[in-house]
Nanobody
């Protein structure tokens, strides 16, 4: 099983980025997906999750700005991030869960400058 995250980068305040997490070696459609982030000196926290049926929920800090989605045919999880703020600066991790199985991708850095 592998999760390959991509799409991070550096943007200015108000900019946009789209993260992608491609899964392989699994039946992707069975899994709940999530994006988490970890800022320097802080714990990893939930940003957004999406069920296998496509029901999404978000941390209050990103509601209305971020959108999580999935393409089961491509075995890929996405996070569209709009109106980015310096407080969104962190390493972002994707996660897939199904029953007792849980997989994490390598983080991708997102840096937002003011």
């Amino acid at each position: 099983v592998q999760l390959q995250a991509s799409g991070g980068g550096a943007v200015q305040n108000g900019g946009s980025l789209r993260l992608a997490c491609a899964g392989s070696g699994m039946t992707f459609s069975l899994y709940e997906g999530g994006w988490y982030r970890q800022a320097p000196g802080k714990q990893r926290v939930l940003v957004a999750r999406i069920t296998s049926d496509g029901v999404a929920n978000y941390a209050d800090s990103v509601k209305g700005r971020f959108t999580i989605s999935r393409d089961n045919a491509k075995a890929t999880l996405y996070l569209q991030m709009n109106n980015l703020e310096p407080e969104d600066t962190a390493v972002y991790y994707c996660n897939l869960d199904w029953k007792s199985l849980s997989y994490w991708g390598r983080g991708t850095q997102v840096t937002v400058s003011s």
